[in-house]
DNA sequence: GACCAGGTCCTTG
DNA sequence: CAAGGACATGGT
């Protein structure tokens, strides 16, 4: 039913710390840019949750600084990183934590919100949290469906099949489709007035 | 040059 | 609670 026209769209393929790392640094930024800032921490060493934890601010400042917001995003990274060692000690310990603890303890980390939250857990962790970002706030709109982030979370979970695969393309796919129709065309030629107005 | 990007936090009313 | 602003670089 939904678009196979993007057929599977491999996200993320990286291990839980590039996961949680690309995660911050995608906020509210395009995903191109935060993809050289990783190129730059993994050729600075600094791709992974030890090493953000070790390194001078000022390192990781000039790694990220293609993704903007540098200095906040560094800062938060540092906030995960040190969470996460102190917490956990790593990510395999950190891995076999039930789903519910990891993310109210992640959403405790400063800078961490619900959607990054949620992507850390369904794409770096493999657990069945359905991720809303803004396309699909749009989307959602674009068909009618005018109500906040955490209802459209538990509609999604309530009528996707609880599998953390479809959870990972479902979103994918409305993600490539909102860029295709309604980024693009920034939504003139929508019908729906909440739209235009 | 204007506008926007896969958010989150802080401050006000 | 809702709304507005700050954070910053890079691409159209």
């Known amino acids: ?37 990783i190129h730059q921490l993994r050729q600075n060493g600094l791709c992974s949750m030890a090493a953000i934890n070790t390194t001078e601010r000022n390192n990781l400042e000039k790694a990220i600084m293609s993704t903007g917001f540098y200095r906040i995003k560094a800062a938060r990274l540092k906030s995960l990183a040190s969470h996460v060692i102190g917490e956990y000690g790593g990510i395999e310990r950190m891995a076999q934590q039930p789903t519910v603890h990891l993310r109210e303890n992640i959403l405790g980390v400063h800078g961490v919100g619900e959607e990054t939250a949620d992507s850390i857990l369904c794409y770096g962790f493999s657990r069945p949290c359905f991720v809303i970002d803004a396309y699909t706030e749009r989307i959602c709109r674009c068909v009618g469906i005018i109500t906040k982030r955490p209802v459209l979370k538990k509609l999604f979970e309530q009528v996707l099949p609880r599998d953390t695969a479809v959870y990972q393309q479902v979103h994918a796919h409305i993600v490539e489709y909102a860029k295709e129709y309604c980024v693009k065309k920034r939504c003139t030629e929508c019908t729906i007035p909440t739209l235009n107005g």
């Open 1 to 37: 039913m939904l678009k196979r026209k993007y057929g599977r769209i491999e996200w993320w393929r990286g291990n839980a710390d590039e996961v949680m790392i690309g995660a911050i640094l995608t906020q509210q930024t395009r995903w191109e840019n935060v993809e050289k800032a």
